[in-house]
């Protein structure tokens, strides 16, 4: 398996994502055709799935090649102890707690926010990014993992009759989100950190009373997101040397 990934990696990104893709659009028509609450019906087999992924990748070697529960690249005082990262999912707890969940509803939604995070980490930023830095411009790389990332947040309109305006503003936080993974990708390869900050703002925005995206979160996450980044332009040796020149990266 490990050589098929290798000679067909992009390929094998797209799979894990339409995999993944599949799943949650059958388990979000059971839960809209039994009018059960969408984590009751997603939880269990949304884990299942990133187990499933886990060992796959851990028994193939895979795991490693991503920066799945390897090494930094980069020392944590140089990330800033990825303080920056991590503020990003309490943003939402400035609006409160939502007192009224019960423990069944939290653990059901942990449940499903840990494998949505993990899978959606791994598919974007671990294998899709490690498959296009070796044959495309890593500008466009960059530019285009952020955008599916935010585009595939459209389903929201869909799945939980969101309106049109939440839906964009969700897919402009997720951008800037998207970014700021990419950013800590390319200065530290640690894409551990990325898939517990994706669970924990994806939890923590379900807890609070946030309700939609506030352009408020997303001009603060946008300000966090540029400095972090100008920052690690500066003071981190892989960032510098990803976008020292315009080419593909074999050896990223």
Not at 90 to 99: E, P
């Amino acid at each position: 398996m490990k050589k098929l990934y290798e000679r067909k990696a992009v390929l094998h990104s797209l799979v894990w994502l339409a995999i993944y893709l599949v799943l949650n659009t059958i388990t979000d028509n059971i839960a809209g055709a039994l009018n059960i609450d969408f984590n009751v019906v997603t939880a269990i087999p949304n884990l299942v799935l990133a187990t499933i992924c886990f060992y796959y990748l851990k028994s193939t070697g895979i795991a490693k090649d991503i920066g799945l529960l390897t090494k930094p690249t980069e020392k944590n005082s140089v990330m800033l102890y990825y303080i920056p990262l991590l503020l990003l999912p309490f943003l939402s707890l400035i609006y409160g707690v939502n007192t009224s969940l019960s423990a069944i509803n939290i653990v059901l939604m942990l449940a499903m926010y840990i494998s949505v995070g993990f899978m959606e980490e791994i598919i974007f930023r671990g294998l899709m990014f490690k498959a296009l830095v070796k044959k495309w411009n890593r500008y466009v790389v960059v530019a285009f993992i952020s955008c599916t990332f935010a585009i595939g947040h459209i389903v929201s309109m869909v799945a939980i009759s969101q309106s049109t305006t939440d839906t964009i503003l969700q897919i402009i936080n997720a951008f800037v989100v998207g970014f700021m993974f990419m950013v800590v990708i390319l200065a530290s390869g640690n894409l551990t950190i990325c898939i517990i900050t994706h669970i924990l703002y994806n939890f923590i925005a379900n807890i609070s009373m946030v309700n939609s995206t506030h352009v408020e979160i997303i001009v603060v996450t946008t300000v966090i997101t540029i400095l972090y980044f100008v920052y690690l332009l500066l003071c981190g040796k892989n960032s510098k040397a990803y976008f020292r020149n315009n080419t593909s990266m074999k050896n990223f």
